[in-house]
């Protein structure tokens, strides 16, 4: 019975491992195990959940969290993530009673309150909303995003007033916020506030510099400044960010067809043609350019599917019968031409094309096809809620102002790595696949590989060869290369213990193997990073990491080594022996990137900015662009 108890208790710590590490379906997998094992606990469907909540399966991961809450149901943190899951689903009266509940157990949980209010607003009970936000802002008077919620309540009862004195009062709070700035903007573009809107949203792009809506929405503040070259930066930006948005090219091929840029201006109609085939307002401006073009057939084709939606659109008979004349189709000319006749059109809408206005925008939803030159604005720009949890982003929930890259680990799986045309080599390893890795051979990886389903069953089916194998031999000397393999595959499925102590027991036979050394290094630090999450303290076993590394580079000087070993002494925050190893590597191997990356961060976290800088720069160019971010960030 304990040792029952003992293997489901292993079987959740690794699959929970595996969900730091964020391989969802291996720990999904692990679960299943405990779950099959001893149904009546509530902790692997609870987990299970939170796995299949990151995988997207809302439905499945509430269904755990509500067979995890029957079998327990004094768990505040089963609740909080079940309420996530109903609120991906739209089910917010659900989550609204999961929120309840958890405030029961847990009435100072700011997070549920904070949830629970943006429910009540999903709901359209502003009443409850705004009786929920005052008690979190009696409560936690600095909260600031409480501040902005009470202003988008506001606005949706359509007290502009008070929904800016709350914006105000949110960013005097927090004014390093981008969407505060972003919402503050969106208040004074509905009141033709253009310069004011264009200083919020360029705070706002400042601290969010990656979010496209707030550059389309700036381009409209600046066009209405006349400041055409600016509002075409602004579309050009959005569109990098953001290929596929409606209003960027809508009205991006706008402004190109009013500069004369005919082309790009029917290469951006195309694209908005492609999203929406029906847009009779893209098609009526494409048809234009194509006319303007000498398409003439095309523009035909494209007026003729306006004008049958709207028969009276004189404008547009006037231009296809003026391209029906030249092309010589006289008959359907006329035709047009008598109709527009027989209803005796205004002259205004004769003999020119009204210019691109900027006294007036449309809504997207708006129709009238005689709109068609107006820049096009979002019909409700709504807030953007950001539901609070530990359940938000990845995982480990780790903000660090710097990421150091990981260790270099072996593995029978390849990596793609992310320094182009770069393969990592050791002349250890090379010597162990020509000796023992025909079948398996051992690659040098980076980064955690993520298995699929059908790999991960490989790796176990492999295991539980090996541990037959084991069984049988009667010759220690002989299971020693059983081992080495067997860890490896340990290591794989994540379970590090496993790992390690195959690893302990084959260097009791074999005591100089670097490979070793090296492979328990890499399992005893994430098995670290995990328990150090769960508030463990580690630095014991962080002297072993670096014990074994100091052994594995005596009998193999490599430079994956040396990066390895630099990384343990930046966890331990001694920057100096870091960068003498990232150096040594870099001697060693003066390709190897990630080694150059590591050792800026820590050069600049030791307050050697500039060597840190030219470090990072370096990294960029063997390939590691995410270092230019960061130059980015400290040379300002």
């Known amino acids: 019975m304990c040792y029952a108890q003992f293997k489901t208790d292993r079987l959740v710590m690794i699959g929970r491992s595996a969900l730091y590490f964020e391989d969802y379906v291996l720990s999904i997998q692990y679960f299943n195990q405990a779950i099959s094992a001893k149904p009546y606990l509530y902790e692997p469907w609870f987990y299970r959940g939170v796995a299949k909540y990151y995988l997207d399966d809302y439905a499945g991961a509430e269904a755990d969290c509500s067979e995890a809450i029957k079998r327990n149901p004094y768990v505040v943190g089963m609740y909080e993530l079940r309420g996530l899951c109903r609120i991906r689903q739209k089910k917010y009266a659900d989550a609204i009673r999961d929120y309840n509940q958890a405030l029961r157990y847990d009435p100072e949980n700011q997070s549920i309150w904070h949830n629970r209010a943006l429910c009540h607003i999903q709901e359209k009970d502003y009443d409850a909303a705004l009786l929920e936000l005052d008690t979190i802002l009696t409560r936690w008077s600095k909260h600031a995003p409480a501040y902005a919620m009470r202003a988008e309540v506001y606005l949706l009862q359509k007290d502009t007033a008070k929904a800016i004195a709350a914006l105000d009062k949110s960013l005097e709070v927090d004014p390093y916020d981008g969407n505060l700035w972003g919402q503050r903007a969106v208040i004074s573009l509905s009141r033709k506030e253009w310069k004011e809107s264009e200083e919020y949203l360029s705070k706002a792009i400042h601290l969010q510099p990656k979010q496209a809506t707030n550059y389309i929405n ?26 596929n948005n409606f209003l960027g090219h809508y009205n991006r091929g706008l402004l190109r067809a009013q500069v004369g840029d005919d082309n790009r201006a029917i290469t951006d109609f195309d694209f908005v043609l492609n999203l929406e085939p029906n847009n009779l307002m893209a098609l009526f401006n494409r048809a234009l350019l194509l006319e303007n073009t000498g398409n003439l057939r095309g523009a035909i084709r494209d007026y003729s599917k306006v004008i049958e939606e709207f028969p009276n659109f004189w404008f547009g008979l006037q231009h296809r019968a003026s391209c029906y004349r030249r092309i010589g189709m006289t008959k359907q000319a006329e035709q047009d031409e008598f109709r527009i ?7 205004r809408y004769l003999g020119r094309q009204p210019r691109l206005s900027k006294e007036q925008m449309r809504k997207r939803s708006d129709l009238d096809i005689e709109k068609y030159n107006q820049l096009t604005v979002a019909d409700e720009q709504e807030m953007e809620h950001e539901y609070q949890s530990d359940y938000r982003g990845k995982v480990q929930n780790r903000k660090v102002a710097l990421d150091y890259l990981p260790m270099y680990a072996l593995s029978y799986e390849r990596e793609l790595s992310q320094v182009k045309q770069y393969v990592a080599f050791d002349k250890q390893v090379d010597a162990y696949n020509t000796r023992e890795g025909r079948q398996h051979p051992l690659h040098i990886i980076s980064s955690n590989p993520v298995l699929e389903e059908q790999d991960t069953k490989k790796y176990f089916a492999y295991i539980d060869t090996l541990s037959r194998a084991i069984d049988r031999e009667r010759q220690i000397q002989r299971t020693a290369p059983l ?67 100091t052994e594995a580079i005596r009998y193999n000087e490599s430079a994956y080594l040396y990066y390895n070993r630099g990384n343990v002494y930046v966890l331990r925050n001694d920057y100096a022996h870091a960068i003498e190893d990232y150096s040594h590597a870099i001697a060693l191997d003066g390709h190897l990137a990630e080694a150059y990356y590591n050792r800026g961060l820590a050069r600049i976290a030791n307050k050697q900015q500039a060597e840190g800088i030219s470090d990072l720069s370096k990294a960029g160019e063997l390939g590691l662009y995410t270092a230019y971010s960061i130059i980015k960030k400290y040379q300002q």
């Open 218 to 243: 700036r381009a409209v503040a600046r066009f209405n400044q006349n400041n055409l070259r600016g509002t075409m930066a602004d579309y050009d930006t959005a569109l990098d960010l953001d290929p």
């Open 341 to 347: 006749l027989k209803a005796q059109m205004d002259k």
């Open 483 to 549: 081992l080495f393999k067997r860890a490896l595959a340990y290591s794989l499925i994540q379970n590090f213990d496993a790992a390690i102590e195959d690893l302990s027991t084959y260097l009791q036979i074999d005591s100089v193997s670097s490979l070793a050394y090296w492979q328990r290094a890499v399992c005893q630090s994430k098995l670290n990073a995990f328990n150090a999450s769960q508030g463990t303290d580690v630095r014991m076993k962080t002297a072993n990491v670096l014990s074994d590394l």
